[in-house]
């Protein structure tokens, strides 16, 4: 089993940043991928960024691309995404999400943490 907790969501301003941190327990953090993913209200789930295990690859939704950084810390077990000139269309609660079956960047995420709610306002 793993266990995800999201954190450092709340209300900023248009322009402004945020960094969520997902803090990971359970199986060894290393040996698998991360996500990013955010469901607006009445919008389906889609997804934000990814890393590879050990960080060296990542990818971006085009919406993020250029404003969105995600990273990891293998040593704390917490993956990160810093969300910089936020817009109010990034209004979401953003989940991350583990794929223990793979080190590398694949979709079907296998563990979901419970989200954390970012508002941008304009």
């Known amino acids: 089993q793993v266990q995800l907790v999201e954190s450092g969501g709340g209300l900023v301003q248009a322009g402004g940043s945020l960094r969520l941190s997902c803090a990971v327990s359970?199986?060894?953090?290393?040996?698998?991928?991360m996500g990013w993913f955010r469901q607006a209200p009445g919008k389906e789930r889609e997804f934000v960024a990814a890393?590879?295990?050990?960080?060296?690859?990542?990818s971006y939704a085009d919406s993020v691309q250029g404003r969105f950084t995600i990273s990891r810390d293998n040593a704390k077990n917490t993956v990160y995404l810093q969300m910089n000139s936020l817009k109010p269309e990034d209004t979401a609660v953003y989940y991350c999400?583990?794929?223990?079956?793979?080190?590398?960047?694949?979709?079907?995420?296998?563990?979901w943490g419970q989200g954390t709610q970012v508002t941008v306002s304009s």
């Open positions: 999400a583990a794929n223990t079956r793979t080190r590398f960047i694949q979709p079907d995420y296998d563990y």
């Open positions: 890393i590879s295990w050990s960080g060296g690859r990542t």
């Open positions: 359970g199986r060894t953090f290393s040996n698998y991928a």
